[in-house]
């Protein structure tokens, strides 16, 4: 298995752009979690999905920031309008009910 | 709603000493708790977990304690090497969804 796979692993931005960010969890795995790291607030839990449904969304810091998981492989994360303050590290984990999170390789973001 | 604690936020040995680090949770009902290092530039990875039924788990130099009753676990690293360094994070799930970390401890093992 690859692991949980992300796309792009960086993307740089211009304020105001739509940037949308990647995720193809592991095979099986039931549960998707978004998470966003930086420096100053550490690692943020966004959003989780079980089943492809999304669980607890109150992470998500304001209504620019969606995400969706259409099918049990593949996950979106959206930002609309893109700000310089959400420059981060974005990651995508997976795992299997009471297990351990697999964590994806990150998508760096820079909004200029 | 569920708090995960960290401490310290930073810790700095010496090469071959014992490194400790602690964490406390708030929600009764949490049950399995991960341990997470992450390496500069790369993406967590499990180093070991527990279970609520447990008391103590050891993998070579790595070990993990837990006391329900005072809803804190701890993880031990002893005769820490450079490779140690790193930010370890700590978690605790109650085996349902949702999976709350601490904030994180930047590990520095001097040589």
């Known amino acids: 298995d690859a692991g949980v796979i992300q796309s792009p692993r960086h993307e740089v931005t211009e304020m105001g752009q739509e940037v949308t960010l990647r995720c193809k969890p592991i095979s099986g795995h039931n549960s998707l979690f978004w998470y966003r790291q930086t420096m100053m607030r550490g690692l943020e839990l966004l959003i989780y999905?079980?089943?492809?449904?999304?669980?607890?969304d109150s992470g998500m810091p304001e209504d620019r920031f969606s995400a969706k998981m259409p099918n049990a492989s593949f996950s979106t994360l959206k930002i609309q309008p893109s700000e310089p303050r959400d420059s981060a590290v974005y990651f995508c984990a997976s795992r299997v009910r009471g297990n351990e999170q697999f964590f994806g390789p990150g998508t760096r973001l820079t909004v200029l | 709603g569920e708090n995960v604690e960290q401490h310290p936020s930073t810790l700095s040995v010496q090469e071959g000493d014992s490194a400790v680090i602690k964490c406390t949770y708030s929600?009764?009902?949490?049950?399995?708790f991960p341990w997470y290092k992450q390496e500069l530039g790369k993406r967590p990875q499990l180093i070991i977990d527990i279970r609520s039924n447990v008391g103590e788990k050891k993998d070579q130099r790595i070990a993990v304690t837990l006391n329900k009753t005072a809803k804190h676990f701890s993880l031990h690293i002893t005769e820490t090497q450079p490779e140690d360094s790193a930010v370890y994070f700590c978690?605790?799930?109650?085996?349902?969804?949702?999976?709350?970390f601490g904030a994180g401890t930047r590990l520095f093992v001097k040589a």
């Open positions: 999905f079980n089943n492809n449904v999304p669980i607890d």
């Open positions: 929600d009764s009902a949490s049950n399995y």
């Open positions: 978690a605790a799930s109650e085996g349902g969804f949702k999976t709350i």
